[in-house]
DNA sequence: CGGGAACCTGACGAGTTCCTCACAACCGTC
DNA sequence: GACGGTTGTGAGGAACTCGTCAGGTTCCCG
């Protein structure tokens, strides 16, 4: 958890505490304030997010936005001491991960800029936890663990790298030897149809009813699928 | 931009509110009223989004985002009469991906969603898979699917790798023979008369009257093609 | 060296898919 | 409108896929 973060905010001192924030929490920051100088810091710094003030001189902070949006897919919060509804709109409209109202705590700011580096992936390094978690199934590769609508599930090595696997694209299909090879089959040139039975016991471990799989899906004539099916 | 979202909100009439926006933008929705529900819900529906009011009987927003976080990686915003600073940072920190304060407006609780939606990637049409759409018919190669006008389809393997090649090049017309080398048809020399009954099998699956087709066109003498035109 | 866990294989049955065949409907041309 | 070639369609059986189980092999540990 550790971003470079664009501060584009025209009063150097909520700038400035803003900064100060920022490197507390362990991140950078760039700070500047005016809407051009923002255009030309986010080129060349490449930033993990922006904090946006609306009201910047030369470009306000609706231009700003629409030119980063253009341009990249970095993260936007925007911050104004304008609170009318068509203005929170259309800052939303525009592509903003966030619109904060001033006045603000500053503890909400960082709640909030964590927030949008979490959902967007962009939190720098990857201390934050690794693990999986789709349809109800949650894989921790760091402890080797599994757990299924919260109870532990006990997995053997090659059922638990077959569940890592999928449960990191849910919805994809694997074909049998894409998830052979998750389970180091391949040296010993195994048959595809040893992928069936890890997923049968898979099966017998995470689904209420092994025989109508709900989570654990056959595409048939293809392979299999973690889903989180609407039933 | 089609999502189904779980609404869980102790308020009928706000529940109520909440809903029809919802399926004005054109998502679907399922309304809750206490925590174990939502959670039941949440399980059962595997929503792309839970919108989840703090004030739940039973068991609290808290407790349902911190199970929620636990099992899924489902988008949570959350909404709520308290706006005490303490409860948005317990209510960020717990993984929440906005936080909205009632009194509030529609339009920007429909312009948050929009923003939550579109920054976790759920909404419907995931742009990392190379969807190929055509004349109503989306074919998803990764995730093996095909949806008519929105309805998922069942389709056999070989349907599947006729529809995929035709709505890669919509317009074109396809001989039998090259359909066939879709289907790996080929190794076992099979007829090209083939290709006609799977091709009669996707009408009944994909034309709303199959003896006219509309989408899946005959050209005589040829072959078949895709057209995009929607009539 | 014995015991146990994990893994693979091979086989069988059940279910699904695919192809062929035959005939009806259709198209285009004369 | 008639004719030859082309396409639509239904049914049945061959071919394939998958779930499941029992047994055998490998590996690790005591």
């Known amino acids: 958890m550790c971003a470079h973060v664009l501060v584009a905010e025209d009063d150097e001192m909520q700038a400035e505490l803003i900064r100060r924030s920022l490197l507390a929490e362990g ?27 609306l009201m910047l001189p030369v470009i306000d902070g609706f231009g700003v936005c629409r030119v980063l949006r253009r341009d990249d897919d970095v993260p936007v919060l925007m911050l104004t001491a304008r609170s009318t509804e068509d203005d929170v709109l259309l ?49 921790d590769p760091v402890r080797h663990e599994v757990r299924c609508e919260g109870r532990p599930v006990e997995c053997t090595p090659a059922e638990f790298e077959i569940l890592l696997a999928m449960a ?5 299909v694997f ?15 195994s048959t595809e149809r040893a992928v069936d039975v890890h997923i049968m016991n898979l099966r017998k471990k995470l689904e209420a009813d092994p025989r109508r799989p709900a989570r654990l899906l056959t595409v048939f004539g293809v392979g299999y699928k973690l889903s989180g099916v609407r039933a």
């Open 168 to 172: 990191g694209e849910p919805e994809r």
């Open 91 to 139: 800052g939303l409209e525009l592509g903003a991960d966030d619109y904060m109202t001033k006045p603000y705590s500053p503890r909400e700011l960082m709640a909030r800029i964590r927030t949008v580096l979490r959902r967007s992936g962009r939190d720098g390094d990857r201390r934050a936890d690794p693990v999986v978690r789709a349809g109800g199934i949650a894989v």
């Open 27 to 53: 991140h950078t920051a760039t700070v500047v304030h005016d809407g051009r100088a923002a255009l030309d810091a986010a080129r060349l710094h490449r930033p993990d997010l922006v904090v946006l003030d």
């Open 175 to 189: 074909t049998r030897r894409q998830l052979l090879q998750c389970t180091r089959g391949l040296d010993r040139a």
